[in-house]
């Protein structure tokens, strides 16, 4: 069908597809973006989403070449949600009072009820808070109800519309799949359940956070009806409160995500620079400990992941220091990073490290230069360049050479060659 329709990229975002899909993709040209959460549906691709909070900070393998998108920042909320989230605070500032009189709740357990506990949750809620209205997605509706008779559940089909629901709903009964940011996002008071391994990441942040409450597994909660109600009956009270507690949920997830593949197709035949992000700690992992890096590096021991991790944020939070990452389509072909050399407001020392899968190619040179017309901009004028090479570092001796740095005589007292060029 890619091939067929002539598409540039093709975005999957489904856990059975096969991992020979990068590949197949690649050989007619089109790109692929991915989704995954956690291991679930982790495939080769030219761009990997994870939009689970926190995927930033966990190692992912084998994916040095690829664009990671990955934390809550690349969350891709639907234009619907985000109208409701403007529809429930508009209707907050106008009227905070329930229109009808009646608590309203919303048990939504994903459009196929895959554990089949729709129906019971609406029950219990009925018959713990019997005066409220309980709207019940469903796949079907259901012929013969064992609800109260003095309960008001509404059975709602799956549709897009469900989303509606959302700008004016008091609480929300939910499983822990992405449903679960859409309503953080929007701010509804919510209690969560585990449905399926895959969301057990979502429930315990939100859970153990107490952004929403907690109801425990699916599989075990007809054990204990009673304590469901209580936690009901908790759920009710942080509605009617002022105070809910809040998860910060980033809106222009989606919009980075569509910007990632324009950055991709734009930049097919040329080297582009761009500041490195959170979710760039695997490649950079990767990269730093790949043996024939740490050979020529100062520090020749093999990184330590947690320590890798607070390195990157520290990097990115100083203002005294930029760290690029260099791009051809959908390639990650290296990194320069520069520091301000203490107590010098004009030299900047930098170092330059390329991808190992891309050596021999070319490529430094171009990425060199790149980064140069990316730091005139941001730099500065008359900035001066340092770069402190290793003598038995050929390469990167030659890179310099070629691209116009100069060399103090001898080497300094360390043992290395020191290379400098003004930037203006």
Known sequence: MAKQIGADLVHC??????????????????????????????????????????????????????????????????????????ARRSRKLQDSSNDEGRFKILVILGGTDAAGATEYLAQLWCSAVPDSTCYAVVPTIPVRSQAPKSADIRWVLPS?????????IDAV?????????????????AAVIVQAENQRENYN???????????????????????????????????????????????????????????????????????????????????????SVRKVSGDTRPLQWERHVAWLNSVLHNPERILLIAESGPELIGTVRVDRVEGNKSDWELSIALNPSFRGRGLGGQMLRTAETHLRRQLPNDTVLIAHVRPDNTPSNRLFMMNDYKRDAGADPLGYFRWCKRIV
């Open 13 to 86: 975002d489904d856990y059975t597809a096969g991992p020979q899909l990068h590949e197949v993709l690649r050989e007619i040209g089109v790109h692929l973006s991915n989704v995954e959460d956690g291991s679930f549906g982790a495939r080769p691709a030219d761009i990997v989403i994870d939009p689970t909070p926190g995927a930033e900070k966990h190692f992912r393998a084998g994916l040095s070449s690829a664009n990671h998108l990955r934390g809550i920042a690349y969350l891709p909320l639907r234009a619907s949600v985000l109208d409701a989230a403007l």
């Open 160 to 168: 897009e519309d469900v989303v509606s629901l959302f700008s004016h």
């Open 173 to 189: 009964i939910t499983a822990s799949g992405t449903t679960v940011w859409e309503l953080a996002a929007v701010g509804v008071p």
């Open 205 to 291: 942040q939100l859970a153990i956070s107490d952004a929403m409450i907690g109801l425990g597994s699916v599989s075990n909660m007809r054990q204990d009806p009673e304590s469901l109600r209580l936690k009901f009956k908790d759920l009710l009270a942080r509605a009617s409160s002022d105070r809910v507690p809040a998860y910060d949920v980033d809106v222009d997830g989606a919009r980075r995500i569509v910007a990632s593949w324009w950055d991709v197709m734009l930049s097919e035949d040329v080297v582009r620079v761009r500041e490195a992000r959170p979710s760039d700690a695997s490649v950079l992992f990767e990269w730093r400990n790949d043996e």
